[in-house]
């Protein structure tokens, strides 16, 4: 079946530091990816998107690469702010919008 | 775009009693789907609908869980007999019905069961 795995947390940072949150995958066919984001009080929300190997999703100073060689799909920010302090959820799809989400990681900034 | 709409965003329940929530999607989404989650974890999935038909649910729903979009348009989700394992929040979501593509969430019900 369908799984993906999110580096543990919780991860806490500095203001302007620079964040990277793992996630690998394993899926039959080929799946599209997904992080989402869940600020508090709030719902779960698209932050950014890749549907096939090689392509690049990018949103809000976000970044991640779909390798499909090492199944890895992380999460980039070269300098963070206090805002962005959030649950973050990887997640794939391969059918029907039925989508497999990983434990999320909770990212603290602090100022 | 009004958004997800659930309610009611908080129930307490005794165990063994019934709930039912409620899920208004976005009005011109064809696909409809509920998740579970639990503290520390990510959504589970549990159903989904497009249009008014049900195409699938979760090999871990147990027979207690049952869900309708009788019109196609707002979805519910009762949970009969609850037990405090039901604890949870449930979450809604929409989507436009295309394959691979985004989800939109509601803020969720959550559920507590004593």
């Known amino acids: 079946g369908n799984s993906v795995t999110q580096m543990e947390g919780p991860v806490t940072l500095s203001e302007e530091a620079f964040l990277t949150i793992n996630c690998t995958y394993t899926a039959t066919g080929y799946p599209s990816l997904f992080w989402y984001v869940q600020y508090p009080g709030e719902g779960l929300q698209l932050l950014l998107k890749?549907?096939?190997?090689?392509d690049k999703g990018s949103n809000k100073g976000f970044e991640a690469t779909y390798r499909k060689e090492t199944t890895s799909f992380h999460l980039e920010k070269g300098s963070v702010q206090v805002s962005d302090s959030a649950v973050y959820f990887c997640?794939?799809?391969?059918?029907?919008?039925?989508?497999?989400f990983g434990d999320g990681t909770t990212l603290t900034v602090k100022p | 775009d009004t958004g997800v709409s659930q309610n009611p965003r908080h129930k307490i329940t005794k165990r063994g009693q019934n709930v039912t929530f409620r899920c208004d999607p976005i009005s011109e989404h064809n696909r409809l789907y509920w998740y579970r989650q639990t503290l520390g974890q990510g959504p589970e999935f549990l159903t989904y609908f497009q249009n008014e038909a049900q195409l699938e649910k979760s090999r871990l729903l147990s027979d207690r869980f049952s869900a309708e979009r009788p019109k196609g348009s707002f979805s519910t989700l009762e949970i009969q007999r609850t037990e405090q394992g039901d604890s949870a929040m449930y979450l809604c979501a929409s989507s436009l019905g295309q394959d691979n593509e985004k989800l939109f969430f509601g803020s969720g019900t959550q559920l507590s069961v004593l």
């Open positions: 997640a794939l799809n391969t059918n029907a919008g039925k989508s497999t």
């Open positions: 890749a549907t096939k190997a090689d």
